[in-house]
């Protein structure tokens, strides 16, 4: 496999599972789930509009999540996005295959100081 | 607040998104720089500042349309709700799998350039062997319903004969007195001197046909007419239909050619009309005269048949009804008890050599097909197995499943496409080369071209295999959830019955390889031994050609006989020339068979048959210039030729053996089986010369009788001339000679002795050397399996030769390991090889000349061979893994 491929294989990766534990919880819309990924990976990950709205869309026409449009009084409208019970159900897939995977670096790094 | 939306829409221009949709995602994310530009404000930066933090979001110009072109359907018309997937992504997911496929074949270019090779190498070699074989006997012939069509001959088990050749009585009483067919048409076969004004004197191939042929072939004249019925009878006019060929050879397909007189052996011809290219029977006929024979005629057997089947009847029906007809005139014509009709497709007649031949090399394409799907079904399960890992990395990081199979499809249908292409190309370089090489007595009618519905087939069968194999680690990734993917294909990828089945795979390979090496080991002794046989003649330095002195000109025996005796005479004193002389029939030259008595013969047992003996007439001189060994007596000589000389003649070895078994035949006398018994016109032998391979090195040594030029002439007679100097170069001088005796006679079928004795050998020649090269192909692909499976695993337990490494076991030790494993691979091909091989070379049997199917030699040579280059190829591999450094082994994974 490519060294490019598998680059952009993690990202995608990586940051399809962001998104969707994001929204495990509960709906959200796309400026919160920036400013969350932002906040809790301390700023090392971000997501920038080019990148996080196609990518929502893209998990939205795979029916991972469904976008819907909610109106507060007061409020401008908004879009929030929920996990599809499909959605939910590969979210459990990515998770342990990310686990999976962060184990098996660490076996592999910590195999050099073993 | 500032304008967002200006921005946002300028990225998506060119995105051609309907209207709704681009609204929607313009007020979505013109939400989120706005809620971006607020945040930064209340953190305290200034407002133009928040605006360009804000407006970073979007990054660079093309980045938004870049990603949302993965998403979004442009706006054809139809109103797609945001989210739904439209048709042209497919297409886009295609061209991107065609993308990748093709970066990570390029990335490999060794491993595409063997699949794609041994897929092209497969695909050509069966092409081309299966567009010959198609040619010669699938393809139907280039008559109106040829199913229909039959040869007709007659046949004398009697005499030893299968194809006696029709007399006129026969032919004529056929053709009136079936109820089976519905035309009958015969021909003779024979050639001609064709002198036309100012076109030089040639020999052509102007057969007599009977005026029926046409019709029955179901063929018209490309123009003109066909023969007139009163045009086919004795004293009939003069006509000529030109072959198609010949006239656009000698006229360029001039038109004004109808009624135009031509010479044929002095006699004028009126052109009638032109005859189709198809019309090429007798095969190399090059134009037809009307046959104009006499029905009631039977002394001679020189015509061939074809007769159309009436609707319905079979080929039995119809050889009843001829043999009905042929034995109703027993009374009249005696003979007619040992003769019989017999009958046969057309194709069979004239193509009936080549069939074993044809099968033979299409099985043995067949079985490197077979040999090729293996080896790529094995390098595909190899590379995917090495690939398990990286697939399963892929899952877990998000690629879906679908997408995985999908993308090693695409990557397999790359590499089949490339062989695919590259096979085409190959087969039709190797069709032509085969074409070019074959014999000049095929039929014209038969044509030779690639035939891609075949190539297709044999494009499917070896994609097919390199699709299913190469799909295998997608199958074992369906099957293994993601979680578990990593680790397992970290340690367990290369599972048991993979193993297993690769081992079943080389192993195949192996014995179908080994196969193929017995055969064409066998017919290669075969064609050797031929080539050591004796032929009887010395071959070297003969020029030999042909003349037809046509008897309009050269009336009888005695001026013919004047005309060659002057011209061996002048052309003795011709530089070069050693010797000259003449026969109607050189070794490898045709034959013309007779019955003889033999005084003081042995009587014949109860079931033997008096042999046709093979006819010659020869000139003084004739045994020393072919080089002929005498065993007992003389060759002839002038005086010979003398008029009232005693009769003489000299016989071959298979007459004196037959006739006089433990005896010298010289000073014996024997006659020609013409007339009554005590009638004899006894011949005295004068000598005794050792066969000659007449017939071919591989064919069969008959009977043979040597006549005097006074005693037995003949109209055409063919030359012969050993030289000191190389023999082609003597024909521009014999033709200068001829000219000066007769500018119209044509010198016709110049060839070396040599040159005859090879083109005997071609086929066998072409099949030997075909064999050969498809066995070595095979070894090569069966090689190239060894190595590929042990070299996987080899890489695959790295980690295992490094710890038993690091447990003490020497270098040596883990190569001879892994050598054994390899070896007990090949030592199984080899053992189910031999045996397969000990049960199919029996279908060699009829090629083999003598060489026993089950020859030690070349089973042992074979084995040996296949041992060998099984060693070679598991031996790399091997010493990879004796040189594998512990330390770094158990690092590895």
Same mark, same amino acid.
């Given at each position: ?5 598998i ?12 998104i ?21 990976s301390?700023?090392?990950?971000s ?19 469904l976008?819907?449009?909610v109106?507060?009084?007061g409020?401008?409208r908004?879009?929030?996005y ?8 590969i ?13 098996a ?8 100081y073993? | ?8 829409r300028q ?6 998104l ?34 360009t ?6 990054e660079?110009?093309?980045l ?48 595409a ?25 699938l ?11 039959l ?5 004398a088990p009697k005499?030893?004969? @299968?194809?006696?050749?029709i007399?006129?009585?026969d032919?004529?009483h ?5 109820t ?14 064709l ?10 191939e ?16 490309v123009?003109g ?6 045009e086919? !009878?004795?004293?009939?006019?003069? %006509? ?5 060929d ?18 044929l052996?002095?006699?004028?011809? @009126?052109?009638?009309?032109?005859l ?30 074809v ?7 079979t ?9 009905? %007809? ?21 194709r069979?007649?004239?193509l009936g ?9 299409l099985g ?8 090729a799907c293996?080896?790529?079904a ?13 697939l399963?990395i ?17 990557e397999?249908?790359v590499?089949a496409?490339a ?11 190797c ?9 000049d ?5 038969v ?21 299913l194999f ?23 990828t290369?599972?048991r019955a ?9 192993v ?16 290669v ?12 003649f010395?071959?070297?330095n ?20 004047a005309?060659y005796?002057?011209?061996?005479e ?17 070794p ?5 068979g ?21 006819g010659?007439t ?18 002839f000589?002038?005086?010979d030729?003398?008029?009232n ?11 004196? !053996?037959?006739f006089?078994p433990?005896?010298?035949g010289?000073g014996?006398?024997?006659?020609y089986?013409?007339?009554?018994p005590?009638?004899?016109d006894w ?10 391979a ?9 009977p043979?009788v ?10 055409a ?7 000191g ?36 050998l ?13 066995a070595?192909v ?11 499976v ?8 790295t ?7 690091a447990?003490?076991a ?19 091909g ?6 397969a ?5 029996s279908l060699l049997?009829?090629m ?7 020859d ?15 060693v ?6 091997a ?5 594998v ?9």
């Amino acid at each position: 496999m490519s060294e490019q491929s598998i680059q952009r294989d993690l990202k995608k990766g990586s940051a399809e599972l962001l998104i969707l534990s994001l929204l495990e919880a509960r709906p959200r819309h796309g400026y919160e789930i920036s400013k969350l990924i932002e906040t809790r990976s301390r700023g090392a990950v971000s997501f920038r509009v080019a990148s996080l709205y196609p990518l929502l869309y893209r998990l939205e026409d795979r029916g991972l999540l469904l976008g819907r449009w909610v109106e507060k009084t007061g409020q401008r409208r908004r879009r929030y996005y929920r996990l599809t019970p499909a959605g939910r159900k590969i979210l459990i897939q990515r998770r342990l295959g990310w686990l999976a995977f962060v184990e098996a670096i660490r076996h592999i790094t910590g195999n050099e100081y073993a | 607040m500032p304008d967002w939306n200006q921005p946002i829409r300028q990225r998506l221009e060119g995105l051609n998104l309907d209207g709704s949709r681009e609204a929607e995602i313009v007020e979505e994310l013109s939400q989120h720089l706005e809620d971006r530009y607020r945040d930064m404000l209340s953190s305290g930066l200034s407002e133009d500042r928040a605006v360009t933090a804000a407006l970073g979001e979007l990054e660079t110009d093309d980045l938004l349309a870049r990603e949302l072109r993965k998403t979004r359907q442009p706006a054809d018309g139809r109103r797609a709700p945001l989210g739904a997937t439209g048709p042209s992504s497919i297409f886009a997911g295609f061209r991107h799998d065609l993308k990748v496929a093709l970066r990570i074949v390029i990335q490999k270019p060794a491993f595409a350039a063997m699949v794609a090779g041994i897929l092209a190498l497969g695909i050509a070699s069966n092409a081309a062997i299966f567009s010959v074989f198609n040619g010669l006997f699938l393809r139907p012939l280039p008559f109106v319903e040829p199913s229909r069509l039959l040869d007709l001959d007659e046949t004398a088990p009697k005499w030893d004969l @299968t194809y006696v050749g029709i007399s006129n009585f026969d032919a004529y009483h056929w053709m009136w007195g079936n109820t089976t067919f519905d035309g009958m048409a015969f021909f003779g076969h024979g050639g001609a001197n064709l002198s036309d004004g100012s076109i030089a004197s040639q020999r052509i191939e102007a057969p007599p046909v009977t005026y029926t042929l046409l019709d029955v072939l179901g063929l018209k004249p490309v123009f003109g007419r066909n023969i007139l019925p009163k045009e086919d !009878k004795p004293g009939g006019d003069n %006509v000529i239909l030109l072959g198609y060929d010949l006239w656009q050879r000698l006229y360029h397909g001039d038109r004004n050619i109808l009624g135009h007189v031509l010479k044929l052996d002095g006699k004028p011809y @009126t052109v009638i009309g032109i005859l189709p290219r198809e019309a090429a029977l007798p095969p190399n006929a090059d134009a037809w005269i009307p046959l104009a024979a006499d029905p009631n005629s039977s002394g001679s057997y020189y015509l061939s048949g074809v007769g159309r089947l009436k609707h319905g009847v079979t080929i039995d029906q119809a050889r009843a009804d001829l043999t009905r %007809v042929h034995k109703s005139f027993i009374k009249t014509q005696p003979v007619n008890e040992d003769t019989a009709p017999i009958l046969q497709p057309l194709r069979d007649r004239y193509l009936g050599d080549f069939k074993t031949v044809t099968h033979i090399l299409l099985g043995a394409v067949a079985v490197l097909l077979l040999i090729a799907c293996v080896n790529i079904a094995g390098l595909m399960l190899v590379r995917g197995q090495s690939r398990a890992r990286e697939l399963g990395i892929r899952m877990a990081l998000g690629a879906s499943r679908a997408r995985i199979v999908r993308h090693l499809f695409t990557e397999s249908c790359v590499l089949a496409m490339a062989g695919g292409i590259l096979g085409v190309a190959l087969g039709e370089v190797c069709l032509r080369a085969l074409v070019s090489l074959m014999p000049d007595d095929i039929p014209r009618w038969v044509e030779f071209g690639m035939d891609f519905r075949f190539v297709f087939f044999c494009v499917a069968v070896i994609g097919a295999s390199a699709i299913l194999f190469s799909l295998a680690p997608a199958v074992d990734a369906l099957r293994v959830n993601a979680h578990g993917s990593l680790q397992e294909t970290a340690r367990v990828t290369f599972s048991r019955a993979r193993r297993g089945m690769l081992g079943v795979l080389v192993v195949g390979e192996i014995a179908l390889a080994l196969m193929l090496l017995v055969g064409s080991g066998l017919l290669v002794q075969a064609f050797r031994k031929i080539l050591n046989v004796d032929p009887g003649f010395r071959p070297h330095n003969v020029l030999t050609w042909s003349l037809d002195p046509p008897a309009s000109k050269y009336k009888d025996g005695p001026s013919r006989y004047a005309f060659y005796h002057e011209l061996i005479e002048r052309l003795k004193s011709v530089p070069g020339v050693e010797r000259v002389s003449a026969a109607d029939l050189v070794p490898l030259g045709g034959h013309n068979g007779y019955f003889f008595v033999a005084e003081g013969a042995r009587q014949l047992g109860p079931q033997e048959k008096n042999p046709v003996v093979l006819g010659i007439t020869a000139m003084a001189g004739y045994f020393e210039t072919m080089g002929l060994t005498f065993v007992g007596g003389r060759g002839f000589d002038e005086r010979d030729e003398q008029p009232n000389q005693p009769h003489v003649a000299i016989v071959n070895e298979s007459f004196v !053996k037959w006739f006089w078994p433990g005896q010298n035949g010289v000073g014996k006398r024997i006659s020609y089986a013409f007339g009554k018994p005590g009638k004899e016109d006894w011949l005295q032998v004068v000598g005794v010369v050792r066969d000659t391979a007449h017939y071919g090195l591989d064919g069969e040594h008959r009977p043979s009788v040597f006549a005097t030029y006074p005693y037995a002439p003949q109209r055409a007679m063919t030359i012969a001339i050993r030289s000191g100097i190389d023999p082609h170069a003597l024909v521009a001088p014999a033709r200068e000679v001829i000219r000066q005796m007769d500018p119209d006679l044509p010198m016709f079928k110049i060839h070396t002795m040599t040159e005859r004795l090879d083109h005997s050998l071609w086929t066998r020649r072409a099949y030997s050397w075909l064999f050969g090269a498809f066995a070595a192909v095979a070894l090569l692909l069966a090689a190239a399996g060894i190595y590929g499976v042990i070299s996987f695993s080899v890489s695959r337990r790295t980690r295992e030769i490094g710890i038993r490494m690091a447990l003490g076991a020497r270098p040596a030790q883990v190569m001879r390991g892994v050598l054994a494993d390899g070896m007990l691979l090949v030592g199984a091909g080899a053992a189910l090889g031999l045996a397969a091989a000990y049960f199919a070379a029996s279908l060699l049997r009829t090629m083999l000349f003598g060489v026993s199917p089950r020859d030690l030699f070349t089973y042992a040579a074979v084995a040996a061979m296949v041992a060998l280059v099984g060693v070679a190829a598991n031996y790399v591999p091997a010493r990879r893994a004796s040189r594998v450094d512990p330390n770094q082994a158990l690092r590895f994974e």
